[in-house]
Nanobody, 125 residues
Framework: VQLQASGGGLVQAGGSLRLSCAASGRTFSSSAMGWFRQAPGKEREFVAG???????FYADSVKGRFTISRDNAKNTVYLQMNSLKPEDTAVYYC????????????????????WGPGTLVTVSS
């Protein structure tokens, strides 16, 4: 089972990026999918999640700017990031939940079983 994130890069403040996370090895349509990030010198933090039912949930710091979505046919989850700020600079990781068919907002790292290697997002001021 592999998760591969892509789409990171360097962008100016106020700009946009779209991250993708392609899964292989099994289908994740019954799992919640999440995005986390880790800035230099900081703990990894939850960014956004989407349940199997497509209900979405966000960290307060990105609400209204980021949008998570999924395409089960492609076994892929996306993170559209708009109005980027320098404080959004981090390595972004996608993850798939341990629980299938769950009806909870999974915001903690222990809730997730599979992790991708991350993609770097750098926002310049």
């Amino acid at each position: 089972v592999q998760l591969q994130a892509s789409g990171g890069g360097l962008v100016q403040a106020g700009g946009s990026l779209r991250l993708s996370c392609a899964a292989s090895g099994r289908t994740f349509s019954s799992s919640a999918m999440g995005w986390f990030r880790q800035a230099p010198g900081k703990e990894r933090e939850f960014v956004a999640g989407i349940r199997w039912s497509t209900i979405t949930f966000y960290a307060d710091s990105v609400k209204g700017r980021f949008t998570i979505s999924r395409d089960n046919a492609k076994n892929t989850v996306y993170l559209q990031m708009n109005s980027l700020k320098p404080e959004d600079t981090a390595v972004y990781y996608c993850a798939a939940s341990r629980i299938r068919w769950g009806n909870t907002d999974y915001r903690g790292s222990p809730d997730y079983e599979y992790w991708g290697p991350g993609t770097l997002v750098t926002v310049s001021s």
